[in-house]
């Protein structure tokens, strides 16, 4: 179940970049095998909605945008996602961090799947897979804004593969 909030999100963002010729187009876009919604105000951002919803819009923004802009709509939903990587004390150790933006993708994103594992106590590899073509640039933009937010990440490998993108993360 993907949350409503979600799919706000990237209405919200087509709304700001393209107008209203870029929300018709996207909302003919996401109702084009059947009618899901029609309006903005159809979507409740604390209401649990099917995948094919959140699925249907992200391939409409991708109509609408193009690859380029949808590492843009990625950086927007980062920013959005509320991810805190502070504690009580300070920062939170590296592995509540990793942890933090796996939960947080899948709360999010719940279509796409993610996943970390340790291989020392400051390296992690995180993976995120099950993603179309065209929303890798979309992931990519979200996992790009997080390690900027997170301040303490020394190093990002990235290596792309038929649909999943692997990060190997130094903190």
């Not at 919604?37 to 945008?65: C, H, K, M, Q, W």
Request: aromatic letters at 12%.
């Amino acid at each position: 179940m993907a949350l409503g909030i979600s799919i706000r999100i990237i209405i919200d963002y087509i709304s700001k970049k393209k107008g209203v010729e870029g929300l018709k187009k996207f909302f003919d876009e996401v109702n084009a095998k059947s009618i899901i919604f029609t309006r903005e105000s159809d979507i409740n951002p604390r209401e649990n909605y099917p995948g094919y919803y959140l699925a249907r819009s992200l391939n409409a923004a991708y109509a609408v945008l193009g690859k380029e802009g949808m590492e843009d709509l990625g950086r927007y939903f980062g920013e959005r996602m509320n991810v805190s990587f502070r504690g009580l004390l300070g920062r939170c150790s590296p592995k509540t961090c990793v942890q933090n933006i796996v939960f947080h993708m899948r709360k999010y994103l719940p279509i796409l799947h993610t996943g970390y594992r340790t291989i020392s106590r400051r390296v992690y590899w995180l993976i995120v897979s099950k993603i179309p073509e065209n929303q890798i640039s979309f992931v990519n933009g979200i996992m790009s804004y997080l390690f900027e937010k997170h301040g303490g990440v020394r190093d990002v490998q990235k290596t792309i593969g038929k649909n999943k993108i692997e990060y190997t993360i130094k903190l």
